[in-house]
Every structure is written in C-alpha cells, then in structure tokens.
C-alpha cells in the first residue's frame, strides 16, 4: 500500500500562530504534485484531522510543487493541555495515510 511519504519528498508541519496549524506537503516533482493533488481530497483529510470540512483551508501551489493544508489546532499552542507546541508532529498523521 502506498503513503503519501512514498511519494512526496516532505511532509512537515508547524504553527501558523497559536490557533492553527498549517502542514505542508513537498511534491519535488510536477507528476508527483499531480498524483498527489488528485489523491488527497479535502474531505478526507478534513476528516483524517477530526475537523469540519468548511474550517480546512487548502492551498494548490502548483508552480511549487507544494500542497498545504491549515486548520485550528484543538487547544491553543502553549495551553496546560497542549501535546505539540510546536505543532510539528500532525504531519505524520498525513505522511503515513494510505492513498
């Protein structure tokens, strides 16, 4: 079965400020952005990362080679409650998803 790691050169994520993450998906080429691109659908991933589908924002970069994904983090970066404050371990959730 093939990942999204398989195919894509990076998978990374980070915070976009204290109320969202923003996880990024480096293609390195134009076949693999295009398998990529058509493979990821919005619904999934908004569904991979228990959000509604209307709070995911998806930004297509073609000239990059890059797919980004951003939504609110469950609790404010740096709450008591907060697991990832930097927020740089959601992205394994989407580098290991089955496509």
């Known amino acids: ?11 990374r994520s980070k915070n976009a400020g204290p109320f969202w993450v923003t996880i990024d998906v480096f293609c390195g080429s134009t076949q693999a952005y295009d398998q990529l691109r058509n493979a990821l659908k919005t619904d999934a991933i908004a569904a991979l990362y228990h959000q509604p589908t209307q709070l995911l924002k998806r930004f297509d970069i073609p000239d990059l080679n890059v797919i980004k994904f951003s939504f609110p983090r469950p609790v404010t970066q740096g709450h008591r409650t907060d697991r990832d404050m930097h927020g740089a371990q959601w992205s394994t959730l989407l580098a290991e998803l089955a496509i």
Do not use: Q
Request: proline content about 0%.
């Open 1 to 11: 079965m093939t990942k999204v790691a398989d195919i894509a050169l990076k998978v």
